[in-house]
């Protein structure tokens, strides 16, 4: 049985890691190689056609989440996340599943990346992420009937697009791992790479680096 996240635990945590990546954050601004040294372009990264844009589509400043349905980071900071866009209003946000704890985040990244395209997709994001432990598949079903959604479609859907959502996963993954990501949750802000959760000051910062940079979007 999944044990419920120990949200004290978390929030420590977080806080050490946030301080990490405000050291990575600064040697990105201080003339250390730009993300995109790495193989993936701006393109690739932000613009990946196959996945769904949420917040503002046509946002002048695009945050990119690394992220897995059962990372309890990933889902501590998700409304933190849709908060920071919804608040800015300009900001283009694009999850990319990196599904790197198991077979039941594939399962939930599965059934959502094929319905990519559809109201289904940010319905059954929102309802996975809201969940608060690690997950089976079992689990995963009830969270998106219990957001309206039918899991044996969303899987028919899956089936009919199987090849290109394993190619978007791999790509996702492959980015990851040029980006030399540690873990989940990860974003890419403009010219900088975060390696962890942030908090709202965290993004509303992240945000505003990437409009004064220039970043591309």
Known sequence: MA???NRRTLLARGAA????LSFLSVGAAHGQAPAFAAAPTPDEVFRDPDIPVLGNPDGDVTIVEFFDYQCP?????????????????NVRLVMKDWPIFGNSSLYASRLMLGSAGTPDYEVGLSAVMKTQARLTKQEVDAALVEAGLDPAALLERYGKRRESVEALIDRNSKQALAFRLSGTPAFVIGQRVYGGALDANGFAQAIADARSEGAPR
Not at 17 to 20: H, L, M, N, V
């Open 3 to 5: 044990q419920p996240l």
């Open 17 to 20: 890691t946030i301080a990490t």
């Open 73 to 89: 980071y990933c889902k501590m900071s998700h409304p933190v996340l849709t908060d920071a866009v919804e608040t800015d209003g």
